[in-house]
């Protein structure tokens, strides 16, 4: 499907927004502002929902297939993922700038390593934030990506907004009685397990689902709850609440990105923000160690709004060095090894 370049430099801004998040607790100790960029995540969770589902559900002339699906997601997240896991696990082995990395971590390094390479790291307190804080969400990335096959086929068998009160349903039972009865103590599960966050995954899929559908009653009634989830959970907040609160609005720009800034860009600063949104993937994964990197180098030797911006460049330039050194290379590797064409027999 034609590739819609609003929405890459939606997820250009998402990955903004966790950059600056990470430099202001790094270099201010986390401002009430500049802390709300760590909600970047959600906007990348729901624009997943959508991007994945889109083929199938926006469109209605493609069967879904287990093997080749599958194989796509490996060799879009697997070879940029693995390439800076083994990195930090190297660093912290070695004691560069890992040191205390390497004292906090519960249990051996291999089990950390274990853990992220199988993507259930985000299923255990001790994992979840090891190695490097912002790989939490790639193992609830993995959790959303083997579920796509069965909310998609729930799409197919069921009216959307079936579906979607289903999985508000769901997340807040799980919140509210299951997690708060039996698991008060695991707050990891709150995040770390897609339960908890269903919502957010469900909103991209169900915009694609109304596009589909092509109703527009159906597009004005799914923003219309959007907005009314938004307002009642921003009323009636409460931890359990907030991230319905945030996947809302989430969706709700994604909407509007999607309706109205969805065709192909024209100017060079549109083309360059474009191009950052396409190099995101790695920019989240490196950011924070190219971050960390400068602040150690630099120390105080710059006013901290310096310090501020400069890794806020510092995380975007490793980004797109890695997307062009790592990335892409590596995935088209793996490509080319997974969707070898098959020889016939002589």
Known sequence: MKRLDGLDILRMFACLAVVIFHADIDVFGSTPVLNRGLHGVTVFMVLSGYLLARPYLERHDRAFAWVPYFKKRVVRIVPAYYAIVILLAALIAAGFGGAREAAALAGPLYWHVFAHLTFIHGLFAATKMSLASVLWSMSLEWQYYMLLPLLLLAFRRLHWLVVLGASIAVALA????????????????????????????????????????????????????????????????????????????????????????????????????????????????????????LLLALGDSLPPIALFTAYVIAGHVAGVGFFVLVEQPGSRLLGRLLFRPSVPSP
């Not at 008060?184 to 909103?203: I, K, Q, T, Y």
């Not at 609440?241 to 909407?255: D, E, M, Q, R, Y």
């Not at 060079?268 to 949104?277: D, I, M, N, Q």
Request: aromatic share 12%.
């Open 174 to 293: 799980y919140l509210f009685v299951l997690h708060a009865r039996f698991m008060p103590a695991n707050e990891h599960l709150v995040d770390g397990f897609f339960l908890g966050r269903l919502p957010e995954f469900v909103f991209g899929m169900t915009l694609a689902a109304v596009l589909g559908s092509g109703e527009a009653r159906g597009r004005r009634l799914l923003l219309a709850g959007a907005a009314l989830c938004a307002v009642a959970s921003a009323i009636w907040f409460a931890p359990q609440t907030h991230h319905l609160l945030v996947a809302s609005v989430a969706l709700l720009l994604v909407a509007a990105v999607r309706t109205y800034a969805s065709a192909a860009v024209t100017s060079s600063g549109a083309r360059f923000l474009r191009y950052l949104g396409g190099a995101s993937y790695s920019t989240y994964l490196v950011h924070l160690l190219a971050g960390k990197g």
